[in-house]
């Protein structure tokens, strides 16, 4: 099993930012990838990025590129999400997942583990 857990969100104005922390311990190894997903109140969970723990390569919703970052840190098992020039749309709760399998990064159908999230709040 691996759980994860999430820190870093809190309330931002917009045009802040925050980073948030996903910290994966347990069975770690062979982790394939590790995504942020977010889910505002009355809509679907969306995809905000997604990592590839072997080689580092990088996805981004449309919505949230060139303001958001996300990286890795492989000794600490942490992937982090680095939101800048941030908006009130962007409000949300921000849940990490990881997977071993070879997947469709941005669907959330493959991810097997999941964070309980962590709420950000962009106030305008």
């Known amino acids: 099993q691996v759980q994860l857990a999430e820190s870093g969100g809190g309330l931002v104005q917009a045009g802040g930012s925050l980073r948030l922390s996903c910290a994966a311990s347990g069975r770690t190894f062979s982790m394939y990838a590790m995504g942020w997903f977010r889910q505002a109140p009355g809509k679907e969970r969306e995809f905000v990025a997604a990592i590839k723990w072997s080689g580092g390569s990088t996805y981004y919703a449309d919505s949230v590129k060139g303001r958001v970052t996300i990286s890795r840190d492989n000794a600490k098992n942490t992937v982090y999400l680095q939101m800048n020039s941030l908006k009130p749309e962007d409000t949300a709760v921000y849940s990490c997942?990881?997977?071993?399998?070879?997947?469709?990064?941005?669907?959330?159908?493959?991810?097997?583990?999941w964070g309980q999230g962590t709420q950000v709040t962009v106030s305008s």
């Open positions: 997942a990881a997977t071993r399998r070879s997947i469709q990064v941005r669907s959330p159908l493959g991810y097997d583990y």
